[in-house]
């Protein structure tokens, strides 16, 4: 897929692994809009890269409708969408306090997982209607972001670490399925990334995580993913597959 003018919309695109997308995928001429739940971050962003930035909730169907309406009427139908939009929450199924609130798992995979699969499905709408691209034959690319916590969830992270497994789980069928109108689905599972999602946990916690990345022996540059991103648009023949970005971590049993 050419990235040049072409229409992309990115979740979660206000912060991290979705800002450094929405930046190179401009820098690259692609039409970018910012769907975050945070819009004050999300027009931080889109101010950077002359991009557009609307406030859309990926768990409620109708604040996805009503934000891909609005990018369709800025650019025309999304061909690249973007799915970085994600939560994390650490809780024991039984800790001090009791058992664990089935809210908290819930709310994970609430926009982990469902979240993830809006805005997919409501994006997968709006290019069945695009005209094939003449020289591919595609109409679009679709990438989902899970997380090595699908393969290597680590205590606390039962819900996490599910709603991760279900996006590494539906990115073949989804493929399969959307072949059919020349639509890729990708999935990206990063290590352990320098965003401000994993700035939340405590400077031991995160030296002894490093320790465990044999190399590179760091984390992760948002702009590592959005360099993968941009490669997985560009490469036609990269689907239904997920690609682990991990300096070969594989999380220890703790
Ligand atoms: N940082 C890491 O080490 C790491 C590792 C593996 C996977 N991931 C995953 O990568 C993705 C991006 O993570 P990040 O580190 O860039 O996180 P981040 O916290 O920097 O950014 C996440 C963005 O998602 C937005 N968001 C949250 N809930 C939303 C909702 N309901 N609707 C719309 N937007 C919403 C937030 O406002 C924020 O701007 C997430 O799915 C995360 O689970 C992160």
């Known amino acids: 897929m050419r990235i040049n003018n072409c229409p992309a919309v990115i979740s979660g695109g206000g912060s991290g692994m979705g800002a450094a997308t929405a930046k190179l995928l401009s820098q690259l001429g692609a039409k970018v809009t910012i769907l975050d739940i945070d819009l004050n ?24 409708e009503i934000a891909l309406e609005q990018a369709r009427k800025l650019h025309g139908p999304a061909k690249i969408c973007v ?14 306090q009791g058992v664990m609130p089935l809210q908290d798992f819930r ?7 469902i979240g993830t699969f809006n805005l997919m499905r ?46 590494v789980s539906l990115t073949l069928p989804a493929a399969r399925e959307l072949a059919a109108f020349g639509i890729r689905v990708m999935t990206i599972a990063p290590g352990l990334v320098d965003t401000p999602m994993l700035q939340k946990i405590p400077a031991e916690a995160r030296a002894a995580l490093i320790q465990n990345i044999p190399f590179p022996h760091r984390l992760a540059k948002p702009e590592e993913y959005a360099h993968l991103a941009v490669h997985i648009i560009e490469n036609p023949m990269l689907n239904g597959e997920v690609i682990r970005l991990d300096g070969a971590l594989r999380m220890q049993a703790r």
């Open 41 to 64: 971050a999300a027009q931080k962003i889109a101010s950077e890269i002359q991009g557009n930035a609307i406030a859309c909730d990926i768990t409620n169907s109708e604040s996805v």
């Open 107 to 113: 709310e994970v995979i609430e926009v982990n997982l």
């Open 122 to 167: 409501l994006a997968a709408a709006d290019m069945e209607k695009i005209p094939q691209q003449d020289d591919t034959e595609e109409r679009g690319i679709i990438i989902n972001t899970a997380s090595v916590a699908a393969y290597e969830g680590q205590i606390g992270q039962t819900a996490y670490s599910a709603s991760k497994g279900g996006i």
């Open 83 to 96: 799915n970085c939009a994600g939560i994390v929450r650490a809780r024991r199924i039984i800790n001090q």
